[in-house]
Every structure is written in C-alpha cells, then in structure tokens.
Nanobody, 122 residues
C-alpha cells in the first residue's frame, strides 16, 4: 500500500506564498508521475499541476501558471508545490496523487493523499 502524506497548508493572506509537500512511502516513487489537484467547497476536484518521474516535464492549469511551481526530490520521495501570489480563489483542499504517467486527469492517478487545507483571505 502506497501512502502519500501532504503537509504545508494553512491560512494566509492574498499575495502570500505557501509550499506544500507530499511525502511518499513508495520505494519506487522515482518511477511515478505525480500530480496536485484541489477541491473547493461545492466544486469538483480540479487539476493543478503534474510532473514526470524525471522532472523533465511539468504542466499546469491555466489558473495557476506563472504562480505555482511543481518540483520533486526523488531521493527524499517528496513532491512539492510552491504557491506564490496566492488568491482567495486558490482556497481549497489540495491533494497529491501518484500514477503511472503524467496527466491532467484524476482518473490516471492510482494513489491519493488525504489532502491539506489552503485558505487564502482577501
């Protein structure tokens, strides 16, 4: 069983930054594509960012492009989401996910973390 544990969420003001971390228990983490998704109250889960196993490819939702950066450290089995210039509309529960290939679709990912709350006040 693969475990993904997110951390780093919190309450911040608009314009602030946060860095989310997702630690994986999987020994083969370095072979997994990783993604970040988010879900706001009353809304469907949406794609945020994804990164290939080698970090050679990254993709972002248009709503976060230029503000968020996804990265990974395979030696630490950890993926990060650096979030800058946060906006109130970024408020959501953020989830990390692991899967066999880089994708915008949540259906591609096999394992999910429990989520971490990010709240951005105006």
């Amino acid at each position: 069983q693969v475990q993904l544990v997110e951390s780093g969420g919190g309450l911040v003001q608009a314009g602030d930054s946060l860095r989310l971390s997702c630690a994986a228990s999987r020994r083969t983490f370095s072979r997994d594509a990783m993604g970040w998704f988010r879900q706001a109250p009353g809304k469907e889960r949406e794609f945020v960012a994804t990164i290939s196993w080698s970090s050679g490819s990254t993709y972002y939702a248009n709503s976060v492009k230029g503000r968020f950066t996804i990265s990974r450290d395979n030696a630490k089995n950890t993926v990060y989401l650096q979030m800058n210039s946060l906006k109130p509309e970024d408020t959501a529960v953020y989830y990390c996910a692991a899967g066999p290939s880089i994708s915008y679709s949540s259906l591609t990912y096999t394992y999910w973390g429990q989520g971490t709350q990010v709240t951005v006040s105006s």
